[in-house]
């Protein structure tokens, strides 16, 4: 109410009183703007009421740009040199110790963003936030449009803001740079307008400007969205995830004013399944789901809690000695997303992939694309231009998993249903 009011008045001192009343603006002692002598604060005996304060906005030509908050480059760039530096340090990813299934799904889903993210449950204390976090070492560099707050891309229109899609219509040369993949936190507490943007309704008023204030889901476009203990989320804020998973574009309206920009990103989420299950639907939009279990073996955990201490004690030091393995991972996935592209999937093996999906009654047909994609992810990730039925059997489970309808009475493990069918269809022995 406070923005209007001030939005109001700066708009009455602008447009002025035919009857030359002296109008000053002070604001009173609750804070909010009071305004003396003037038309505007005496109501309805003043010369300028609210009614005609519409009728004189209504002639002013509304300029409608879509505009983000100013980004001085230079600056920006400085401040990313800093936090680089002073950043804290980020447990590397080839030193976690076992948890191969949630390694697979993280970096499949970085060869493939279009797998569409990873669930991961499992115990807690299990290493699912460090494994997680670990995974920015590894995030490759994509172009941008430099000074865009949405990480558009120069080149693919779906991948474009408003902004820059009329700038390349006007044939502007756009500057571009590279940057790495961001990584997001989604924070359980964060407000709407955090977690989808704000506009500036004050300067909507005076400039007749759209002036948005990006949130964390413009940050995340064409990144990840990493949400800790999303079973733990409010319902209205798994409601914004699923509207801009299911669209790929965020929309924020206020006071008749609307804004939207692409929100294309790879949703990870974990939790622990003992603080409550997910809705159907948002357990749906990821693609695959990995389970996580403490290890049992003594010798591991031992090696585990030896590793953790010498990166407690000295984490740039720890962080050295793995500097070449975090290189070659990360070159291999460079070599699989380049390789992607060329990979096929037999039509034969592509059949029984949608069998299995059939007869494990799944719902919809999302199960069976990210099957697909999963498969030729692996596959390129081995080096290979050609699907294996042991690529589709590696990741079947994680695939199908959390889409099959869930019965109480069954105590066998989901995963292990998948794994049967597979190995019925497919031929092999169980």
Wanted: net charge negative.
């Amino acid at each position: 109410m406070a923005m209007l009011v001030r939005g109001a008045v700066a708009a009455v001192a602008a447009v002025g009183v035919s009857s030359g009343t002296t109008k000053q603006v002070h604001p009173s002692s609750n804070g909010v703007l009071a305004c003396r002598g003037s038309a505007f604060g005496r109501g309805a005996s003043g010369r300028l009421s609210w009614a005609s304060y519409q009728v004189r906005e209504r002639r002013v030509a509304l300029r409608v740009t879509n505009v983000a908050a100013p980004v001085k480059e230079q600056e920006a760039s400085t401040e990313t040199v800093a936090s680089k530096e002073n950043a804290r340090p980020v447990f590397p990813f080839t030193a976690i110790v076992g948890q191969e299934e949630m390694k697979m799904c993280l970096i499949l889903n970085v060869i493939d963003p279009k797998i569409g993210g990873v669930m991961i449950m499992g115990d807690r204390g299990t290493g699912k936030s460090t494994t997680v976090r670990a995974l920015v070492d590894l995030l490759p560099e994509i172009e941008v449009v430099s000074g865009d707050p949405f990480n558009s891309s120069p080149s693919d229109p779906e991948l474009m803001s408003e902004e820059v899609r009329k700038r390349v219509q006007a044939k502007e040369k756009l500057p571009v740079s590279t940057s790495r993949i961001n990584m997001v936190d989604l924070p359980l507490g964060a407000t709407e307008d955090r977690v989808c943007g704000t506009i500036d309704i004050e300067k909507a008023l005076t400039e007749g400007v759209k002036a948005f204030e990006p949130g964390l889901l413009a940050k995340a476009n064409r990144g990840i969205l990493y949400v800790d203990e999303v079973n733990l989320l409010d319902d209205h804020l798994v409601d914004v995830l699923l509207d801009s998973a299911a669209s790929g574009w965020n929309t924020v309206e206020r006071e008749g004013i609307s804004i939207s920009h692409p929100a294309r990103f790879i949703l990870i989420g974990s939790g622990n399944p003992e603080e409550g299950e997910l809705r159907p639907q948002l357990l749906d939009r990821f693609g695959m789901h990995a389970q996580v279990g403490t290890v049992k073996d003594a010798e591991l955990r031992v090696k585990i809690v030896e590793e953790r201490g010498m990166f407690d004690a000295n984490p740039k030091t720890f962080r050295v000695n793995y500097d070449v393995s975090q290189k070659e991972l990360r070159d291999q996935i460079d070599n699989a997303r380049a390789l992607l592209s060329s990979v096929k999937v037999p039509h034969d093996l592509r059949v029984k992939i949608s069998q299995v999906c059939s007869e494990l009654d799944v719902d919809g047909l999302r199960g069976d694309i990210v099957s697909n994609r999963a498969a030729k992810a692996l596959a390129a990730f081995r080096g290979r231009n050609e699907v294996t039925p042991e690529d589709i059997g590696t990741v079947m489970p994680n695939c199908l998993r959390h889409r099959l309808r869930k019965d109480p009475l069954e105590s066998i493990d989901s995963g292990t249903l998948v794994i049967d069918k597979f190995n019925e269809v497919f031929g092999y022995s169980a």
